[in-house]
């Protein structure tokens, strides 16, 4: 098994203050109307709600940019808001999904837009990593050489979406860039 050295991981900060200054227009659209809107409860419902989506979506976006993702030969460990840890050899279940969003006027040769998932469970708890984390091809190829030495099954989908990406899942691809973000 190739050595798997130590890495660290962090979300990309160009997206994360783009995310920002988007919090900061629906603050702006949510506050304004309810300030500077009409006095009726239709609106206040909807200035309203706008607020608290976009309340959401900038804690979603400090997490993001607080998160730091850590992996050794032991275990993969992510800090947010809090630590949470998986020890490998823990590891009882391994999915990594694709979840798209429809392209308009898509051409042959193009793929669909959207995300991946890695998730990792043990007894305890789950952890959730998506591909636009640097170093996220890395830690599917770790997580696919533990799950060989640890004989671990993985489904049909988890299969299929590492080899859309080029990883194979016997564990014979070479190693990728763990500096290299996303997919």
């Known amino acids: ?42 609106s206040q419902i ?9 309340i959401i979506f900038g804690f979603h976006s400090l997490r993001r940019h607080r ?15 809090k630590q949470r840890k998986i020890l490998f050899k823990d590891i009882q279940n391994i999915e990594l999904r694709y979840y ?36 996220f091809r890395y830690l599917i190829w770790a997580t696919i050489l533990f799950a060989k030495e640890y004989n671990l099954p993985l489904d049909p989908s988890t299969i299929g979406n590492m080899l859309d990406i080029g990883l194979d899942p016997e564990g014979s691809s070479e190693m990728p860039d763990p500096k290299m973000s996303g997919i």
């Open 100 to 135: 798209g969003r429809p392209v308009k006027d898509k051409e042959n040769d193009q793929k669909p837009k959207g995300v991946l998932h890695l998730v990792l469970k043990n007894e305890e708890q789950k952890l959730t990593f998506d591909s636009n984390l640097y170093g």
């Open 67 to 81: 998160t730091r993702v850590t992996l050794d030969n032991q275990q993969i460990e992510i800090t947010d808001f």
């Open 46 to 54: 909807c200035f309203s709600a706008i607020l608290i989506i976009f």
């Open 1 to 42: 098994m190739p050595q798997i050295t130590p890495q660290s991981f962090k979300y990309p900060l160009f997206d994360i203050y783009l995310d920002y200054l988007k919090t900061a227009f629906g603050l702006s659209i949510g506050l304004g109307g309810l300030v500077f809107g009409l006095n009726n409860t239709f």
